[in-house]
């Protein structure tokens, strides 16, 4: 298997990526693989651990949506550093979510778009990115099956405006790769690695 390989799993919440990424880096590891597994927000970094309370409603909400997203950013670029020696080590790195999340998300909630993309270039890109693509009446529908309480952004309406900003950045993202994510888990398992050549 060829090493060096930073893959990306995203998509609205709902839509399985955490799932897949795991599955996926799960893969690699029975045939062999160094694998580091991985995902934003961090909990390593302050501004991660300020997100992740904010999303729970532990924090306000900053009025300004481009504030908000401004922590990913600072969250991000600490975790870069770490993306960068696992690759260097010649592991695979399978992350769940990356810019991706900023730009949709943070578009979907007012931030600027093409601030968010430009805020977000001095990151590397990823060899392959998967958008799971769900509707977001299942999503919802989904997430409300795990039988916690939803988060922030886990509302039909703010997920619809989130899926339409994923869709426009596969415009900014040639390596980008649409999967229907309401297929079964092992379809789209399969999917992904038939994508990867694994």
Excluded at 20 to 37: G, I, M, R, T
Aim: hydrophobic residues 35%.
């Amino acid at each position: 298997m060829k090493n060096n390989r930073f893959i990306v799993f995203e998509g609205i919440d709902g839509s399985g990526h955490t799932t897949q990424a795991k599955l996926l880096a799960d893969y690699l590891a029975e045939h062999n693989a160094s694998v580091w597994l991985t995902n934003e927000p961090t909990l390593f970094t302050e501004a991660g651990r300020n997100i992740k309370a904010t999303l729970r409603g532990e924090l306000p909400m900053p009025s300004d949506p481009l504030e908000f997203q401004k922590l990913y950013v600072e969250d991000r670029r600490i975790h870069v550093e770490e993306i960068k020696q696992h690759l260097a080590g010649s592991e695979w790195v399978i992350c769940d979510r990356y810019v991706p999340s900023t730009v949709a998300y943070g578009s979907g909630s007012g931030a600027d778009y093409q601030t968010l993309l430009e805020l977000n270039q001095q990151f590397p890109v990823p060899d392959t990115t998967f958008f799971l693509d769900v509707n977001p009446t299942v999503a919802v529908e989904r997430v409300k099956g795990r039988g916690e309480a939803r988060e922030f952004f886990e509302y039909e309406e703010k997920l619809s405006s989130i899926r339409q900003n994923y869709l426009r950045l596969m415009e900014n993202y040639p390596h980008m790769k649409l999967i229907n994510g309401e297929q079964g888990i092992a379809d789209i398992a399969a999917q992904a690695r038939a994508i990867l050549g694994i």
